[in-house]
């Protein structure tokens, strides 16, 4: 199988994202083609893998227990030679291994995945461990003592296909000793070929070409650079696995990371607006382009970047808006892939990092499914205002019965009443404007202030909801009533500068 190269954190961070959390991985510090346990390494070590065993449990009895596969595990911890092969569900924890040695030699990572996961009582790992530590070469020998040992009926068949796996032990329990642990270890127990009714004990066994997904070789020079980067920028070294079970944590932290800023791809486009009301209020609003479809983790990245940015030019701003989207008309079309703001105030929103972490979750990444298809959704201007302007109309006439309806009835009013007036109106908006397919450009300001005239007309009247709530129901009359007058006024403005709007375009289609 080919392998592909890695020559720093960065590259081997890309070429590893695809497998994260569906594979495991093994870092050999050579560049040995096959995958082997330390068994096979040696023919002596093979046919006499039950008397190393055996010679061991006499020494140190009191060390052992009555399932086998523990012991296997604690042997293999002792450093005997064993069946049992170390992988591990870190890639940054394989890297290490792979790095940490032989300096004049290239090094490989392997990703695996394919293999059976069974638990410690499976049929297969009694079988397999059991058999390692007894002198029998006959399957119908084995069967019997099986059979007796375990108080099961197991056949001949049934035995053979047992004994043929190579199977992963997945149980964080079954790992007896923490430094396994820390490592986020597994141990791929390997079986025995079985010919006939004959026991093949002294064939090496190497891991299927079939289960390896991908090999990344690492090249000796950059080993040492490698090395210092994990340590530099992960806080990985030999010692932090090969700790105590506070790491751990830490360590899956690690596991997770999203790739370092310096590895983000910089051809996106960044445009900042900021506007100033007082000496003590600013929004900031951040357009950010992201020219091409990219993978959640670089959006959060790119994101986060550009937010750290503002937040350390812009200290005083009370606001900051962004807007993440593919391409212009993506955006025209407020079809982004998200809409991400920050409160500096600590009252109204919890801190920004977490904002965006929201918003992440909320995203249906489907980026190439939602883009913009071309111009065919445009349609012309003046089927957008024909289609905009009757509803802005009943809109403000719902809003001028309610007005009528506050004024007559004053604190005597029915909560239950005024919710229709709103509810008239978000119907009218979720499901009527908000549906209407955006025209060119020149009739977005159009489109965009009627939308803006219908959701302030809503937001009024929720506020009116709110305050009638509270204990005192003539508080809400009274608050209204104070800014009545002004609104009017605005909502007014705003229906004189869509008539002004639409006049134009008709003057310029002509």
């Excluded at 069974?118 to 390692?132: F, G, H, K």
């Excluded at 809003?399 to 909560?415: A, L, M, T, V």
């Excluded at 006024?489 to 003057?507: A, F, H, P, T």
Aim: glycine letters at 4%.
């Amino acid at each position: 199988m080919k392998s592909i190269k890695a020559t720093s954190l960065n590259e081997y961070l890309k070429i590893i994202e695809p497998f994260k959390g569906n594979s495991y991985f093994r870092g050999q510090s050579a560049k040995y083609d096959k995958i082997t346990p330390s068994l096979f390494r040696d023919e002596n070590w093979m046919k006499y893998e039950y008397l190393m065993i055996q010679e061991l449990k006499n020494q140190h009895h009191s060390e052992f227990d009555k399932n086998e596969i523990f012991n296997l595990f604690k042997m293999q911890h002792y450093g005997l030679p064993t069946r049992i092969l170390d992988l591990t569900s870190s890639a940054i924890i394989a890297l290490l291994f792979a790095v940490s040695s032989s300096k004049d030699t290239d090094s490989n990572v392997f990703v695996i995945s394919g293999l059976e996961e069974v638990r410690v009582e499976d049929i297969s790992t009694q079988a397999i461990s059991y058999l390692s530590t007894i002198d029998v070469n006959k399957l119908d020998d084995f069967l019997i003592k099986y059979n007796e040992k375990y108080e099961t009926t197991l056949t001949s068949d049934g035995l053979k296909n047992a004994l043929e796996k190579s199977i992963v032990i997945n149980d964080s329990y079954a790992i007896s000793n923490e430094r396994a642990f820390i490592q986020n270890g597994v141990s791929v127990l390997f079986g025995y070929d079985i010919e006939g009714n004959y026991i093949i004990r002294n064939k090496k066994g190497t891991l299927e070409s079939k289960y390896i997904q991908e090999i990344i070789s690492i090249p000796a020079k950059y080993k040492e650079s490698i090395k210092l980067e994990l340590n530099k920028r992960l806080g990985v070294n030999d010692r932090t696995i090969l700790v105590n079970f506070e790491k751990k944590a830490e360590m899956i932290k690690i596991d997770n990371k999203y790739f370092a800023e310096d590895e983000i791809d910089t051809d996106y486009g960044v445009k900042v607006n900021d506007e100033k009301y007082n000496y003590r209020t600013r929004k900031v609003f951040i357009n950010i382009d992201l020219k091409r479809v990219r993978t959640k983790s670089e959006i959060r990245l790119i994101i986060k970047k550009e937010y750290d940015n503002l937040l350390k030019k812009y200290r005083e701003a009370q606001h900051i808006y962004g807007y993440v989207y593919v391409d212009e008309i993506d955006l025209r079309k407020t079809n982004f892939n998200c809409l991400v703001y920050w409160f500096k105030d600590k009252d109204n929103t919890r801190n920004y990092n977490d904002r965006i972490e929201d918003i992440l979750i909320q995203w249906n990444f489907e980026v190439d499914n939602r883009r913009i298809k071309n111009k065919s959704d445009e349609i012309s201007s003046d089927l957008v205002i024909n289609r905009t302007q009757p509803l802005i109309n009943k809109i403000v006439d719902i809003y001028g019965d309610f007005d009528k309806y506050i004024c007559s009835i004053k604190s005597e009013y029915d909560i239950n009443v005024a919710s229709k007036y709103k509810a008239k109106i978000d119907n009218i908006i979720n499901w009527n404007l908000d549906n209407i397919a955006h025209g060119s450009s020149d009739i977005d300001e159009y489109y965009n202030l009627s939308g803006g005239l219908a959701g302030n007309i809503s937001y009024f009247i929720q506020q009116f909801l709110n305050n009638a709530l509270l204990p005192r129901k003539e508080y809400a009359f009274e608050k209204y009533m104070e800014s009545r007058q002004n609104f009017i006024n605005k909502i007014n403005e705003d229906v004189n500068k869509l008539k002004g709007m639409i006049d134009k375009e008709i003057s310029d289609l002509n």
